[in-house]
Structures are given as C-alpha cells and as structure tokens.
C-alpha cells in the first residue's frame, strides 16, 4: 500500500492551499478530491483580494494548476469512505472507488454541505439569487428589495439585523415558524417586515428571484435574498477519528488546525461547520498544513 | 418489510411503536458514502427485516428531524431498542460490521 506523508481530504480552497503548502515543503501528499464543492452551484465567489468576483470553477483550476507544479503531490478524484487509525499510528484511507493508500497524517478539509428550509425549488435559486452569506454575496444585492427565509428565531433576528447592512427593504419569511414578542419587536424598530406564513412558491426565471408567494395567496416581488440553510459535514470521519466536537459541532482545533487526535488537523468550514469565506478557508488550509511540516520535524 | 423512508416526527413516532429494534439512517443524494451505506442497509433488511426496522431520513427533505437527532455529519444512523435511544452509529460501516454493532 502507497505510503503518504499527509492525506488531504478534500479539494476546496483550504484542501487545496494546504496540499500546496506541503508540496512546497517537500511534502509527499494525496489530495482527495470528489468534486463536491459547496460552492459550485455559485456564479461568483467574492472577498478573496485578486480574485474578487472568480467563477468557482475558474479559481478552482487555476488552484489545481497551482499545485500540479509540485509532482510531490498525488490527485485521486476519489470519494473517502473510511479513514482508520492502524495500530502502528498510521491511517489507512480507502475510497469509494477501492483506492488505498496510508498516511502518517491527515487533514480534514472536506466542507459542509447545506439542508435548505422546506420550500420548493428553493435550490433552483441558490447561488444566483438567493445566498447564505451577505459577507460574500450582500453587495451585489445592496439596496434591492429583499427576502430572507429562516425557520429558525435564534438566527432570524441576527440575519435581519446583518442584511440590513446591506438593503433596508426586508421581508423575513418564517415559512410558517412563530416568533417571539422581543423578535418581532426589535425587527419593527428596524422597519423589517415579517410574514410567518408558509411559502407556497418562488417564482423568477433562470434561478433570478422575483416573486414569492406564501400559502394564503399573498404575492410579495423581492429581486433576491438570503437563506439560513443549517450545515452538515458530508461525512464522519471526525467522528471517526475521535476528534473532539464543541458544543456547536464544530471541531475543537488549535489555532493551527490541530484537532484533539495526535496527527489529525482540520481546516475550512469543516472544522467550523459553518459556512466560510475562500480566503479564510484557504488561509486555514495554509495554517494546517504549517503545522503538519512543523509537527513532522520535531 | 421494505424500507420505510419517513419526514416527519408524526411518522417517525409511529414507526417507533414496534417490538423490534429501529434502525434510523440520515442521509442525503450528494452523499456517496450514503448511497453506499444504503447498499449495506438493503442487504441488512432483506436478511434481518425479521429483527430489525430500518428508517431512513433524506436531511435535504427533513432538516427538522436531523437537527432533532443532532445529525453534524453524514452519513448517521441511531438504534433505537424500545424507545432508548443509542450512541450513534457514524460513517460507511460495512455490512459484517454494521450486524456485529446492532448485535443481529
């Protein structure tokens, strides 16, 4: 079985800078890559300086290429399955498409994916018009007539009160979930209109949002909006592996990405379970794969 | 008995009033360590349907019920042995090793 200095799960921004890092590093490396990236339903990704409004894909292979120059690292277009400690320290990784390698160590950069709130077609419209992060994507939205589908309080009124950075025409739809006296309370001071009742439909043309229409026949026109989807690891392998969890889900790490199992790191909104920016996720790749090269050498 | 695919809690609670044990599978369509385990599932109701009954819950369909489970990570399965709730069962596991673990 190939032996590998590090295993990188995952070829998001922070997969992908962290396997750079080790290729430079002289690091021998499988990236494992499955093509299930969070943001490739995106048309642009924003914030990350130089490559303000890239196409996913396009920053993706531009990555790629970036890390091809180093033949330390090895590609497999493979899905993990299984990682397991062996009783000599060392993880064994096999793949969807019967692949095994080990590793002396891995980093866990495989992303979260979302759960949309229960409307219908709500995904035809993820990425275009409808977003889940206004840090990412508000600009393009600004000053616009604007939903925001949350079915759940505690994020609702903190999403409103951030969009409203943004554009203070907002409409927040609980898709039929109550809210709180204090909620709503502190919406009205906003001018933030809630509606509470089911959404029947959206209604737009080629994932552009123009209309949504709740269960009573009530029709209100918003350009785009906001979701508050909640995320999931696509796997469990930190589980797996033991890795301390927060209360939150999150994965307890150091600042470098060192989870709570001796040679097990992770980076990106995996180790967060939550949604990220490029930069950050790709800065923590960069992070972890430091303390990889660090961690090897003493 | 086949596999029962289940969304809501109503649903879930009536699957729960049964003498057999319940196994419950969170899963998703862009998962393939899902699809996978969902060979193993097949494979375990066509021998054990007799002992044990299987639930699964898509968590694009049912966030509700996934968030209720605590569900973090895919894909996630819990035994529930007259209303007890079990650890949770995480990951791919393969077929020998999924029966060792429900203990049929």
């Not at chain 1, 949350?150 to 943004?166: P, Q």
């Not at chain 1, 949002?209 to 009530?218: D, I, P």
């Not at chain 2, 393939?32 to 193993?40: A, L, N, R």
């Not at chain 2, 399965?77 to 049929?104: A, D, M, T, W």
């Amino acid at each position: 079985m190939e032996f590998f200095d590090c295993a990188v799960i995952g070829a998001g921004a922070a997969g992908l800078n962290a396997s750079l890092i080790l290729g430079r590093s002289r690091k021998k490396v499988a990236l494992f890559d499955n093509g299930t990236n969070r943001n490739r339903v995106t048309q642009e990704s924003h914030g990350f300086l130089t490559r303000d409004g890239i196409k996913p894909a396009e920053f993706k292979e531009i990555a790629i290429n970036d890390v091809k120059k180093y033949s330390s690292v090895h590609f497999y277009k493979n899905t993990v399955m299984n990682i397991t400690k062996q009783s000599n320290g060392l993880f064994k990784i096999e793949t969807l498409e019967d692949v095994e390698i080990v590793a002396e160590r891995i980093i866990l950069a495989t992303g979260v994916q979302e759960e949309f709130p229960s409307v219908s077609d709500i995904k035809k419209y993820y990425g275009k018009s409808l977003f889940s992060c206004p840090t990412c994507d508000g600009w393009e939205l600004r000053d616009q007539p604007l939903i925001i589908i949350s079915e759940n309080e505690e994020h609702t009124l903190f999403k409103g009160k951030l969009i409203y950075n943004w554009s203070k025409d907002l409409v927040i739809a609980t898709n039929g979930q109550e809210l709180s006296t204090p909620t709503l309370n502190e919406l009205q001071r906003k001018d933030i209109t809630v509606i509470t009742e089911p959404i029947q439909n959206l209604n737009g043309e080629d994932g552009y949002l123009n209309k949504v229409v709740f269960s009573s026949g009530l029709e209100i026109e918003r350009a785009g909006g906001f979701i508050v989807p909640i995320f999931v690891r696509p796997n469990q392998f930190a589980e797996q592996l033991s890795c301390q969890l927060n209360e939150n889900g999150s994965i307890v790490t150091d600042e470098a990405g060192r989870t709570s199992q001796e040679n097990v790191y992770a980076a990106g909104e995996t180790a967060k379970l939550g949604q990220s920016s490029l930069i950050v996720a790709a800065a923590e790749g960069y992070k972890s794969a430091m303390a990889v090269v660090f961690d090897s050498t003493i | 008995m086949a596999i029962a695919h289940v969304t809501t809690k109503q649903e879930l609670r009536e699957h729960l009033e049964t003498e057999k044990m319940v196994l419950i599978n969170f899963w998703a369509e862009w998962c393939s360590p899902c699809k996978m385990f969902g060979m193993v599932l097949n494979q375990l109701n066509d021998e054990c349907s007799d002992k044990v009954k299987i639930l699964r819950v898509n968590v694009d369909k049912s966030p509700e019920l996934a968030a209720e489970y605590q569900v973090l990570g895919i894909p996630h399965s819990r035994l529930i042995i007259h209303n007890k709730l079990h650890e949770p069962i995480v990951g791919y596991i393969p077929f020998e090793n999924l029966k060792q673990i429900i203990g049929v």
